[in-house]
Nanobody, 119 residues
């Protein structure tokens, strides 16, 4: 089954930047990854997991209001990888970040990557 591995998290000061990566492996057909809409999700302590950003197979992107203008999602279909560039970060961005599909039954969740923004 598909395996999702997130990386790139860490500790950053408010106003700083991080770039997250999510690599999908064990995909039987590479065409599957490029055909699905992928998203980045996050879960802060004591809160439900929320969708942060999404990118369609055609490259159309959308963002939750709280990150618009600060975060950018992108993908490299040749490498089965999706990215999240996070700029002008805020303490409220602190969470574990995950990637997964949108509008489909979820693939098995990865371990996520911890992002901590200090004030």
């Amino acid at each position: 089954q598909v395996q999702l591995v997130e990386s790139g998290g860490g500790l950053v000061q408010a106003g700083g930047s991080l770039r997250l990566s999510c690599a999908a492996s064990r995909i039987i057909f590479s065409s599957i990854f490029r055909s699905v809409t992928m998203g980045w999700y996050r879960q802060a302590p004591g809160k439900a997991r929320e969708l942060v950003a999404g990118i369609t197979s055609g490259g159309t992107t959308n963002y939750t209001d709280s990150v618009k203008g600060r975060f950018t999602i992108s993908r490299d279909n040749a490498k089965n990888t999706v990215f999240l560039q996070m700029n002008k970060m805020k303490p409220e961005d602190t969470a574990v970040y995950y990637c997964n599909v949108l509008n489909l039954s979820f693939w098995p969740w990865g371990q996520g990557t911890q992002v901590t923004v200090s004030s």
